[in-house]
């Protein structure tokens, strides 16, 4: 059965060369840039070696270190929140009920948004003269009228709105995976022994969902250091950096201001924050989880 | 009580998920004085001006044919190459196959920041900045970590005793899978299709910095870069808005159990 005619190779080849070549080269290549200084359009003035000064740029500099701290709390607050929300359209897309498969197609459908779309009709939701949320808020009382994209505090509030409500529905698609995965025997002996719902909940579905809940997690984490789109229609960073999240503070440096050498320090830094995020709670979810259905 | 608070949850979901998104369709047949209303006019007087400003003005069916053609290569180089490797992965017994997958999975969690400025220099170092075949290459990379995951899952599947019965019979590895595995996996090549597709129809921060030409910028980069300085053509954006939505709603609702069954292979098994 081994055919010398078509070894192994040829068929894993295509996929080396993309991945070789678009994925781990640059990764490896954003490493070398970081400590270069140069200008990304203008490539003929040089590359000059500059160690690891951009790395000292990146600690003294305070767009900078607002930048990361801006990415922690987005991290830390939309990622809970999207689980807990997950959590609970999972619980009750998991029971059985009329128009539970429509409800389920719904819930589909801001996962299924392009984010530059969504980016936009919150930006129209929150606009500061004909906005929804500033008449479901004052009404006719145009005076009371907010600008929530304009205010230092409520932008970055108002991205991880537009967020919540795109993302949570992918965190409950994972969860209800999960919870499809529990045997309905154990709910049968526990309701037999007069548990309460509660008690079945805290005892049964919580522990055994918990990986689940976990790798809902993991998702969203790695998914809410990578927002751009949200930041680049919505604020553009603004207002006075207040919505400067990593990636785009990266794709500001690199692309916007052509600062290829400092950008790429950001990139590795992003890089870096990520890998360790994820090495972190794959720790945390066990590789059993990681390991195939059946190994062949 | 019990059945009134369920039915009450049923409702705030499903509101809260379709009230936003309904709002934007409904503002795109509003005429430019119903949209700055207060209080908000809700049923708007469904005329079409938006839609067609949209195409006449801001040339929208341009970005629609440039989205179509940047989302169908993808799909169709990315799963061509990914059942190649699939097949490897899934067949061949290969000891380091675990690490391959795993490195993949690395892959496609990382940042996209962390390869652009890279990406950027190398196409256009081969002079593909503002093509179609630079942000395929660049969209191929980013969809075939998650498209080898999803079909190596759907190989590992299928049962082997046909494929071995074709390779006892004197098949070829190449035959094996052109006859046997991708006919046999057929519903999971479409629904791993169907998620390239949508996340190359979505794409925004690749299109953004390779296509600088608006002749060849996809709807993504339209919508964002909508002009309007002190105005914003909210009637129009929300017109393009619901055309580009308007396909991958569809797709959800007609294909909501493939997708969710592909997202919970690429996800829970990875």
Redesign the interface.
């Known amino acids: ?1 081994s ?1 010398s ?2 070894p ?1 190779w040829r ?2 080849l ?2 080396f060369v ?2 070789g ?7 490896l ?2 490493f070398r ?1 970081s400590l270069y200084r140069m200008i ?1 359009t203008l ?1 003929w003035l040089g590359q000059k070696f500059v160690g690891w000064d951009n790395y000292r740029d990146l600690i003294t500099d305070p767009v900078a270190l607002g930048s990361l701290s801006t990415s922690m709390i987005f991290v830390a607050v939309t990622t809970p929140i999207e689980v807990l929300l997950g959590l ?2 999972a619980l ?1 897309l998991n ?1 059985s ?1 009329r ?1 539970r ?1 429509w ?20 930006r ?2 929150f606009n500061d ?2 906005g ?1 949320f500033n ?1 479901l808020l004052y ?2 009382a ?1 005076q009371l009228y907010w600008a929530p994209l304009a205010e230092p505090g409520l932008a970055l509030l108002s991205i991880m709105v537009a967020d919540i ?1 795109k993302t949570s ?2 965190a409950a ?2 969860i ?3 919870l499809q995965g529990i045997p309905g025997e154990l709910y049968e002996a526990a309701s037999i022994d007069g548990a309460s719902a509660w008690r079945k909940f805290r005892h049964i579905t919580l522990p055994l969902v918990k990986p ?1 809940l976990l ?1 809902a997690l993991l ?1 969203r984490t ?1 998914d809410a ?2 927002v ?2 949200l930041v ?2 919505m604020t553009q960073g603004g207002p006075a950096d207040t919505t400067n999240l ?2 785009f503070y ?2 500001k440096k ?2 916007a201001e052509g600062m ?1 050498g400092y ?2 320090a ?3 830094v ?2 870096l924050l ?2 360790a995020l ?1 090495v972190f709670y794959i720790r945390l979810l066990g590789t059993g ?2 390991r ?3 190994q ?1 | 009580m019990k059945k009134f608070a369920f039915a009450a949850s049923v409702a705030a979901i499903g509101t809260l998920t379709l009230l936003p998104f309904s709002w934007f369709v409904l503002t795109s047949w509003k005429s430019a004085a119903e949209i700055i209303a207060i209080p908000p006019v809700i049923l708007p007087s469904f005329h079409w001006d938006n839609y067609r400003a949209a195409i006449t003005r801001y040339g929208l069916l341009h970005y629609i044919g440039n989205s179509a053609i940047v989302a169908l290569a993808t799909t169709l180089v990315s799963l061509a190459i990914a059942s190649l490797a699939a097949f490897a992965l899934a067949r061949f017994k290969l000891r380091w196959a675990r690490y391959y997958l795993m490195l993949l999975l690395a892959l496609s969690m990382f940042p996209q920041i962390a390869i652009a400025g890279p990406v950027w220099r190398l196409l256009n170092f081969l002079d593909w900045l503002n093509s179609y075949h630079g942000i395929v290459a660049a969209y191929i990379s980013l969809t075939l970590p998650f498209a080898v995951w999803v079909l190596t899952t759907f190989f590992q599947e299928l049962p082997y005793d046909i494929e071995e019965a074709a390779l006892v019979d004197g098949c070829t590895r190449w035959q094996a899978l052109r006859l046997v595995v991708l006919p046999l996996a057929a519903p999971g090549l479409f629904t791993a299709a169907i998620l390239v597709f949508i996340h190359a129809w979505n794409e925004f921060f690749f299109a953004l910095i390779i296509l600088t030409y608006p002749a060849l910028q996809t709807l993504p980069v339209g919508i964002a870069l909508f002009p309007g300085e002190y105005t914003m053509p909210w009637g129009e954006i929300a017109a393009a808005s619901t055309i580009a939505t308007l396909p991958l709603v569809a797709l959800t609702l007609i294909f909501q159990r493939r997708i969710v069954q592909g997202l919970s292979a690429g996800a829970v098994k990875g």
């Open positions: 059965m055919n005619q078509d192994v068929f894993l295509p996929s993309f991945v070549v678009f994925s781990l080269y640059p990764i290549e954003s840039l990304l490539p609970a359209m009750v029971e009920f128009g498969g409800l389920r197609a719904i819930v589909l459908i801001p996962w299924a948004v392009p984010t530059v779309v969504s980016s936009q009709m919150w129209f939701i003269r004909y929804l008449y009404g006719d145009t409500w529905a992918f698609l994972i209800l995976a999960g689940a790798l998702f790695i250091l990578k751009f789109d680049f229609v990593l990636q990266g794709y690199s692309f290829i950008g790429s950001i990139a590795v992003v890089f990520s890998f994820s989880l990681l195939k259905g059946r062949t």
